[in-house]
């Protein structure tokens, strides 16, 4: 049998391997870059950037739940004129394949970032997050309405050209997670990453009060991986040429597998990396032994298998 063809691609961009960071779990990097060299990795997904320096929400922003965790950080960064003079070229030194995750209040600031990132050197993709849970104003979650979305992709690709690949980034809380993917494909996306957290809340018990200061979070972990299979399955379904970057309580080969047979093209690894700095390492080595094992020489054969014959 011949050595495994491990590639994958998203718009025309090639990575040498389909496992990536998640946004917002390994800031631009530098963090897991103590543990791991960062070319190894398909891509990292930077933390969602925004023109200004951000704060993000009240402490406490983080809480335990059964099978996972929420975070309210709240797109907390440095803002984009830190970030391109310090992040991206720093990235660029680790030899690192760099998809920019970006997010705004408004659909103009999703277009001024666009218009930044149009001719910097070193970037692969760059992530549209129009889906963050931990926003104060709810009404700023543009992938819950399909013209909102659409309007979003629309500003990003009038603003960055044809070059760079487009990725939305969108949220599982909808009522039909097609139509809106069906909204940002036609706006010009040429990938979309499925699934970003759940709107979360816990409550403590002893003190009878929200444990998050801004009292709702994003559900990560393995709890939510039946729910990104779901989505990825029913938007594969939907548009089987568009490219999937799948996410969600991926923390092993295996569950990356999943995602993959679901009709993922490629798969980021958020929250596994809290517990295990080397969890991407391991799933991607993981995975290959996995598809070897089950006679695929080309992983791209793997993506949305188990929608055939179904």
Known sequence: MSALDFSTKIGSKRFSNPIFTAS??????????????????????????????????ATPRMAETPSGMLNSIGLQGPGIDTFLEVDIPWLVSQQAKIIVSIAGETVDEYGVLARRLRAVNGISAVEVNISCPNVENRGQVFACHTDTAAAVIE??????????????????????????????????????????????????TNTMKPKLAGKTGGLSGPAIRPVAVRAIYQVHQAFPNTPIVGMGGVASGRDAFELILAGA?????????????????KIKNQLSELLTQRNFDNFR????FAHRGV
């Open 24 to 57: 917002g779990c390994a800031s631009s990097g530098s963090e897991l870059a103590q543990f791991l060299p960062l070319d190894e990795i398909g891509a990292i997904v930077t933390k969602s950037i925004m023109t200004k320096p951000r704060t993000g929400r």
């Open 155 to 204: 500003a990003v690709r009038r603003n960055i050209g044809g070059e760079l690949p487009i990725v939305a980034k969108l949220s599982p809380d909808v009522t039909d997670i097609v139509e809106i993917a069906r909204s940002v494909i036609n706006a010009g996306v040429d990938g979309l990453a499925l699934i970003n957290t759940l709107l979360g809340m816990v409550i403590d």
């Open 265 to 281: 093209s490629a798969v980021s690894v958020g929250t596994a990396t809290f517990g295990d700095p080397t969890a991407v390492i």
């Open 301 to 304: 054969d793997a993506i949305g």
